[in-house]
């Protein structure tokens, strides 16, 4: 995992509808809080520091650091570098791609080799923005097959595997933004 850009990921997490909320923490402190009230947010930003610092002593879990808590309403994703740590609060099924966008370790487009980690897709039935490895709609339930790489246009599914020519006729793919954060097509063929 590269270091985690902090500011990047807030700004990325912003326009996304499956996040409820997210804190941005230092040294157990809270720097930013979106979403969440000022009490939780104090109680999580603690609560993660912790948490990393223990699995860090007990597990020998490494800089990054990344965990995700599930509970039938909603995910609880924890990404930390150094002291500092963010905790995305999302609808369930969405911690773990929202945890590869932030930490980089997205997909990458099958044809151009485009880092798609911060690449935004919107839903084809109700235009949602969503990460670009959701496999379905936070908002209105629809499941998604394929989506464009906004580089190179191929259609693709949630792990950037080109789909087959079949494929691409039978189902429509998703629109896709480049997204909010800076990382552009790292690693793209020159
Ligand atoms: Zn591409
Ligand atoms: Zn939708």
Same mark, same amino acid.
């Given at each position: 995992m590269a270091a985690i850009d902090f500011e990047a990921a807030a700004r990325y997490l912003k326009g996304l509808a499956p996040v409820a909320g997210y804190v941005r923490a230092s040294e157990g402190l809270v720097v930013e809080a979106r979403g969440v009230s000022g009490g939780e947010a104090e109680n999580l930003a603690a609560w993660a520091t912790q948490l990393v610092r223990r +699995?860090?002593?007990? /597990?020998?879990?490494?800089?990054? +650091?990344?965990?995700?808590?599930? %509970?039938?309403?909603?995910?609880?994703?924890? =990404? +930390?570098?150094?002291?500092? %740590?963010?905790i995305v609060i999302s609808k369930p099924g969405f911690g773990e791609p929202l945890l590869r966008a932030i930490t980089g370790e997205g997909p990458r487009c099958g044809r151009c080799g =485009?880092? /798609?980690?911060?690449?935004?897709?919107?839903?084809?039935?109700c235009g949602a923005r969503l990460p670009f490895s959701a496999t379905h709609c936070s908002e209105c339930g629809a499941t998604l097959h394929w989506r464009r790489c906004p580089h190179c246009g191929a259609v693709?599914?949630? #792990? #950037?595997?080109? =789909?087959? /020519?079949?494929?691409?006729? /039978?189902a429509p793919a998703a629109r896709s933004l480049p997204g909010g954060g800076s990382r552009g097509p790292r690693g793209a063929h020159s």
């Open positions: +699995a860090r002593r007990e /597990l020998g879990l490494g800089d990054p +650091a990344a965990a995700v808590f599930h %509970s039938p309403e909603r995910d609880v994703a924890v =990404a +930390a570098s150094g002291g500092d %740590s963010i =485009a880092d /798609l980690s911060w690449a935004v897709i919107l839903c084809p039935r693709v599914d949630d #792990g #950037g595997r080109p =789909a087959r /020519l079949r494929e691409r006729l /039978l």
